[in-house]
């Protein structure tokens, strides 16, 4: 007898040698692909224990997550199964790379026990990854230039909308000064935040004023110019040189003038749109005519110096680049030909990332060259046209904002629990009281479903099954049929969809979260990122998942994966995953997410932003250290944000607990349900595991930030207002 017709008929007794409810003799699941047989992985606990574990190595984890493709040369998996950083990328010592669990497990322990007792989700940044993406870009365009013989230089500039986090900008201007490296600004604020940056950085370096621009745009940027700040003005619409004009004429200021052209050259992913002759930003040639003819009228033309374009982000190919560099070469020459005093090319942004490690140039996650061939081809373009038409080899800079900070930042998070797959056993008592309540019609499809699971026909029992199960729900609607029952029918069911194979094995991981405020590209344009286990890599993952976050939306989900996977190699939680005080912690990282995602997200459901540590190489024992930690925004926090007045919310709370609460203990719990309600204003938003809720949420000062340094690492530092609260229990 079939297997399965041991698990339907309530009127045979089993067969020996085959169990009432489909338990071990499953068949052996599809491996996930990719694998090869001898090494494939198991999609269910049960058949998994069947494996020696011994088998899988780290490097099995490198090539199922392709770490060792798009993880290159800064994250690897060491022997001991975890993340592993390298800050300085390939010149990395064995002893310097950063155990990457070891940082989470500084940041989220509790100071009793050494910590700094910050609450997951959390960003770990890595200055020293950062410093190393700016040399290497520097790097790739000196050897481009040299080799080449191209007789200028190259001279980037950051654009600080990519993130502009303080200590980002401050980073890239110190880190860059060596070699005049720049900043772009986008809008007044980012302007602000450029002149003060860079009054610390190199006098040559550049600044370059990018956006819509107003009156008082202009105006900071002249004043920027007359505080000895190499400014460029780069016109976005014709109506701004009147502007620039008129207020240069105003201030005695001479500006720098820069013009951005829509090239004709376009490439068609989704990030191609702000590019083309239709696109967003940009002038077109017979706009560019008419910026020269004013600026010679007015005796200004030699303050136009800088052409500036676009491509797109993301290029895909070094051909497409060359083609679009090659034009506004073209372009470029014809305004040194017109008269004006042009020194620089800036070649915009789209210096790609490879987010899935699969060097393609048919994805918009991926692009199909690295760094040494993206600067080969620009100084290139640019010195066959030059050279072509005898023209001085200009200054090229870039804007590749996405290149330098994508690698430096990992978001940190937690799976507290994940959906279960286990059907229930059905004993044949209960079998036959769950029969017994069918409807004729449904039990005729019983019958049928028995009668082809001793036959064998799986996929006449799976039809059958599907047909009682829908039979079930009405009956179940029409109150005919209890919930026990409707309940047996969905076991079943699942029982029959198992024996056969047909069941989805994936499981819903949840996670401490918010997709639309860490995540926020994924939401909105489908962008993929690598996210992986930070650690159990030397253990063979047994499970596929999904991510569901904390917020109350259908969105909040992560179901779309590198390498185009809709689900995600994951392993068994530890009981609850921690956060009941019971098992271990199972920590995912979101990587190459340093670009955009932190001032896009919002504040769906009022979660706010992670945590953030600045991390750097040491040569204490763990090989870094805790430069800088901050809690992330508290719930007192992010209501303000939506013009909430925490104070007054919580003295109403108050009073109505004073109201309301009878206490007979001479006032302690009206005292201890206000410090409840005082402690949750003040903690994140986020979960809090039991085992720590008491520790994990400090009474901060009003910026909430902790410092550490070297010399005071491993003494987690006291926050400004002393000792913690202490609250009876936990408000998640």
Known sequence: M????????????????????????LPSPDPFSGVTTNNSFITSPA????????????????????????????????????????????????????????????ASDPKLSGGLGLQLPL??????????????????????????????????????????DRFVVEDIVKFGSAFRFGLE??????????????????????????????????????????????????????????????????????????????????????????????????????????????????????????????????????????????????????????GACMKVIDIGGGLG??????????????????????AAAVVRAVRFVCDRKCVKHPVICSESGRAIVSHHSILIFEAVSASTSEAPAMNPLSLQYFVEGLAEDARTDYRNLSA?????????????????????????????????????????????????????????YHVNLSVFTSIPDFWGIGQLFPI?????????????????????????????????????????????GGFSGAGGRYYLGMFLGGAYEEALGGVHNLFGGPSVVRVSQSDGPHSFAVTRAVPGPSCRDVLRVMQHEPELMFETLKHRVEEFVHDDNGGMAHSSIASGLSRSFNNMPYLVAASSCFL?????????????????YGSPADSATGEDEQWTYCCA
């Open 2 to 25: 079939p297997v399965l017709a041991c698990c339907v008929d309530a009127g045979l007794a089993p067969a020996p040698g085959y169990a009432l409810a489909w338990e071990s003799s």
């Open 47 to 106: 058949a998994a224990a069947t494996v020696d574990n011994s088998l899988w190595s780290p490097s099995h984890s490198a090539a199922l997550y392709k770490i060792d493709r798009w993880g290159l040369p800064y994250f690897s998996v060491n022997s001991s199964g975890n993340i592993s950083v390298r800050p300085f990328g390939t010149a990395t010592l064995p002893h310097q790379e950063i155990d990457l669990l070891k940082v989470v497990k500084k």
């Open 123 to 164: 960003i770990v940044r890595f200055p020293d990854v950062l410093k190393n993406r700016l040399e290497s870009l520097q790097s790739v365009f000196d050897f481009a230039v040299k080799s080449q013989g191209y007789e200028s230089h190259y001279q980037g500039v950051y654009p600080v909308k990519c993130n502009q």
């Open 185 to 338: 600004a986008g809008s007044k604020p980012e302007l602000l935040l450029a002149m003060s940056c860079l009054c610390k950085g190199s006098s040559e370096s550049l600044l370059v004023c990018n956006g819509f621009k107003d009156m008082e745009y202009i105006s900071l940027a002249l004043v920027a110019r007359k505080l000895a700040l190499n400014t460029v003005i780069v016109l976005e619409q014709e109506e701004e040189l009147d502007l620039v004009i008129d207020m240069s004429q105003k201030l005695a200021v001479r500006p720098l003038i820069g013009v951005r052209a829509k090239l004709r050259t376009k490439h068609s992913g989704h990030f191609g749109s702000t590019s083309g002759e239709n696109g967003k930003f940009g002038l077109t040639t017979t706009q560019i005519l008419r910026v020269v003819k004013k600026l010679e009228h007015y005796g200004m033309l030699d303050c136009l110096q800088l052409l500036h374009f676009h491509i797109g982000s993301q290029i895909p190919t070094t051909t497409l680049l060359a083609d679009g560099v090659g034009e506004a070469a073209q372009i470029y020459c014809e305004l040194v030909r017109l």
């Open 353 to 374: 990332i490879d987010y899935d490690g699969s060097k393609s140039a048919d994805s918009d996650i991926s692009v199909s060259y690295d760094l040494e061939e993206y």
């Open 452 to 508: 082809a699971a001793i036959r064998g026909e799986y996929e006449t029992s799976l039809l059958y099954a599907d047909q009682l199960k829908q039979r079930c729900v009405e009956q179940f609607k029409e109150g005919s049929l209890g919930i026990e029952q409707l309940a047996a029918a969905d076991g079943l069911c699942d029982l029959v969809s198992k024996a056969i194979g047909a069941s989805d094995p994936v499981r819903t």
């Open 532 to 576: 992986i286990p930070i650690h159990r890599l030397d253990d063979r993952p047994v499970m596929r998942g999904i991510l569901s976050d904390l917020t109350c939306d259908s969105d909040g989900k992560i179901d779309k994966f590198i390498g185009g996977e809709s689900s995600l190699p994951l392993h068994e939680l530890e009981g609850d």
């Open 696 to 712: 994990t949420a400090a009474a901060n000062d009003s910026n909430g930030y902790y410092y550490y340094n070297n010399d005071n």
